[in-house]
């Protein structure tokens, strides 16, 4: 009979065992099995300067506001060329003059047969000037009956002719003025002068050479091409879906290459109100900004240049990198007591490449996830930091 209790106590310490086993099993299997935190970066919700900004889609350009290529509109040999590249000259200096011997000579004629001509008007007036004295004096003894009428209308048409002459040889002497001002302008075009002060940037051609103009729809590279580097500017494109926020007057960053260390202030100067370039589904539109630094010696037409559009900027704003911005409203917001993952919706304001100004939906200090584009970064998922 005392086996019975034996075998029921045996077969409750079996089922226990059993029990034990399983609870084992069940908890190692959660422990391998359980989910594990992900690693992510983590970035802080900040105060600071926001900046809403765009800038150009190809690399922009330095620009002069005045840069002419010149050539002598006339062909002909360089016999004079008294600048070289670099010299900087002054509006109206002589920069080239072709040979023109033949046109120095005839406008030589014409000074010599102005001078002639005024010689003859001189002596035509002169002449005229004693026919009216004899034909005024003929009138006054004809009054009194000691001339004869006959003679006295011969003198006075005599003297009516020799002043007609006279004004004829004045007359004369305006076209003879006239056909030298015909000899300088001819002889001008042989001459190439500056239309405005600059600094020569290259000259294609040397003494002796001979030049021709361009044939008309057949560009050819200028004899002489003169900058005024008094006024640059930069040329860039940005793309239409920017065009209509950037307006004159508002200011830039311009940042060169030639420069890499430094950045300068500047403003929009002028928006073009046509479209610069079509190419396959992109449009561009030309802005032109203006360096305020009013020392640009440093800057050379030609350099590429950025320029960043301030459009607004906050000074003092709650503010998060831009990349931790998931569709435009959404972040990974980071708890610390729970070591999980929630997104959150959030309000944006002004915004840049770099930052977002976060105006509800995260406070100073809070922690969001940077790492985004991680895998099993999701809402709810834990976490920890990197």
Partial sequence: MASAPTTKSWAIKRAAIVLLALAASAAAIWYFTRPQPITVSLARAERGAVAATVTNTRAGTVDACRR?????????QIAQLPVADGDHVEAG?????LWNDDLLAQLKLA???AKATESRAEESCVTAAVAQ???DRLMNLLEDGLASEESTERAVGNAQARAAGCTAARDGTRVSAAQIEVAEAMLERT???????????????????FVTPSPIGIP????????????????APIDEVDAPLVKPGLPARISLDAFADRSFSGHIRRVAPYVLDVERQARTVEIEAEIDDPDKSALLPGYSADVEVLLAREADALRVPTSVIVDGSDVFFYDEASGRLSRRTVQTGVANWEYTQILSGLSEGDR?????DREGVVDGALARPE
């Fill in 368 to 372: 969001v996830v940077s790492s985004v």
């Fill in 68 to 76: 002419a290529g010149l050539s002598p509109p006339l062909g002909g």
């Fill in 191 to 209: 001459r190439l002068r500056a239309p405005f002060a600059g600094v020569i940037a290259e000259i294609n051609g040397e003494v002796g050479e």
């Fill in 93 to 97: 200096q002589l920069l080239l003059e």
């Fill in 220 to 235: 050819t590279p200028p004899t002489v091409d003169l900058i005024d580097l008094t006024c640059l500017y930069i040329s």
């Fill in 111 to 113: 000074q010599e047969e």
């Fill in 133 to 135: 004295r004899e034909a």
